[in-house]
């Protein structure tokens, strides 16, 4: 495959490994077969690629979103790997912004013949969204991709001149299902235990040192973490950002209050729920709200936050200690399930909805989805042997509804169900 990359320059010592992807797979030293960026490590397949596959040649642009470092270049190279040429344009850097202009002329000029053109990280466009119109209007046979790393920034700047346009997806850090797909049956559970402490991004993941795994999430965390927050001027204090983040990796698994953590970084509610919008669009934590039906009893105003990566989390809190030696265990994974859930629903053709659910009297139910009509409750323990106790007031409450237990030994089970 030939690849035109029009980026960063020379490839001296010090700016090899800020090199795209692609640029690094033309070199003979790097096995092809390697998604990511580690010589011993085999590319490992997203669930999402054969759906975007499906959605190509469709004279629609393919939107994919996902946070920095979750692998959304390599897995466009992935996509191409069998094409004679592809033109990949990294959009952060300011020359590539001053050829990418509203022009169909001047956008011809910029690719060419190339049958697949790969806009990454377009939200630093002045408009992609009119680009991304002009490309796949004036050049329909062509396969038309972009990439970005803030929803907030990107979706808006794309909404109405692809209205009808365009199909989005969301890349996470890897799934504990496409991880299975690679790993060895007997090693499954070993890798539960290492993503429960040092997450999924597909860079930490490939490494095998603990001290190594440390080190990159740092990188990682001091990198990219608030970046794109900040980037747009969104954002002007990072110091804030960072302390929010810290608060809510603390209290994973309990309910929040908004008043109470604006106390607790000095700023006013109204900033701490614009900071967590923001986290939520560059897809650094979410929320999950209340289930109710307007049963006195039942608490719907609450939130509780979750990471889209644990190792994320416990680089905030500072803490890669075993599962066993912790008293956040069980919130920890109860965070892990609730996100691998949503990973696999990030890009299902009929969305699910997630709660939890309380009553006043403490009745609680760790999550709860509602799809097509049908809920369904899960408790989530981290051991099998751990008891249940609050099916029972659920159910009374709602009868046609599912339980279901999830644990260490079953999750794969109710994952792949």
């Known amino acids: 495959m030939h690849v035109k990359c ?23 030293i790097f096995n092809t077969k390697i998604g990511i960026m580690n010589t011993n490590f085999q590319y490992i397949r997203r669930e999402i690629e054969t759906s975007i596959l499906e959605h190509l040649h469709h004279q629609k642009v393919i939107i994919l979103y996902g946070a920095r470092q979750v692998g959304k270049t390599t897995l466009l190279h992935n996509l191409f790997r069998a094409e004679k040429t592809v033109l990949y344009l990294s959009c952060e ?69 692809l209205t009808g346009r365009h199909y989005r997806f969301l890349l996470h850090p890897l799934s504990i299902s496409e991880i299975t797909q690679q790993v060895l049956p007997v090693d499954i559970q070993f890798h539960l235990k290492q993503a429960l402490l040092f997450g999924t991004y597909p860079e930490v993941f ?23 927050v900040l ?19 603390l209290q994973i698994g309990n309910e929040v209050s908004y008043s109470e953590l604006a106390n607790i970084i000095s700023v006013d509610r109204k900033t701490v729920e614009h900071y967590l919008d923001l986290l939520e669009k560059s897809f650094v934590a979410f929320r999950l709200y209340g289930f109710s039906r307007n049963l006195r009893n039942e608490i719907g105003k609450k939130v509780k936050i979750y990471f889209y990566d644990l190792g994320i989390r416990n680089t905030l809190v500072n803490n890669f200690n075993e599962l066993s030696i912790r008293n956040d265990g069980g919130a920890m994974f109860e ?24 009553t006043y009297d403490q009745k609680e139910i760790d999550l709860v989805t509602e799809k097509n009509g049908m809920i ?17 007031k659920f159910q009374s409450i709602y009868p046609q509804s599912q339980i279901k237990l999830i644990t260490s030994e079953n999750l794969l089970e109710i994952l792949h169900g």
């Open 231 to 249: 980037a747009f001027n969104l954002v002007k204090n990072s110091r804030k950002v960072r302390e929010l983040l810290i608060a809510l990796a």
């Open 376 to 392: 369904t409750a899960y408790e989530i323990k981290l051991h099998s042997s751990q008891k249940v106790n609050q099916f029972s």
């Open 93 to 161: 850097q300011s020359r590539i912004q001053e050829q990418l202009i509203p022009d169909s002329l001047a956008l011809q000029k910029v690719i060419g013949n190339y049958p697949v053109i790969i806009l990454d990280e377009a939200q630093y466009l002045d408009n992609p969204g009119l680009i991304l119109k002009i490309l796949i209007d004036n050049f329909p046979e062509r396969s038309i991709l972009a990439s970005g790393s803030s929803a907030f920034d990107l979706a808006h700047k794309i909404s109405e001149p």
């Open 206 to 228: 490939s490494l095998t040192s603990q001290t190594e795994k440390i080190n990159n999430l740092s990188i990682l965390a001091d990198a990219y973490l608030y970046k794109d």
């Open 335 to 358: 965070n892990f399930v609730v996100s691998e859930m949503m990973k696999k629903d990030a890009n299902a053709p009929q969305r699910t909805n997630f709660y939890f659910w309380r």
């Open 6 to 28: 029009t980026s960063r320059g020379r490839a001296s010592r010090s700016s090899f490994f800020h090199l795209p992807i692609f640029l690094f797979l033309t070199i003979p």
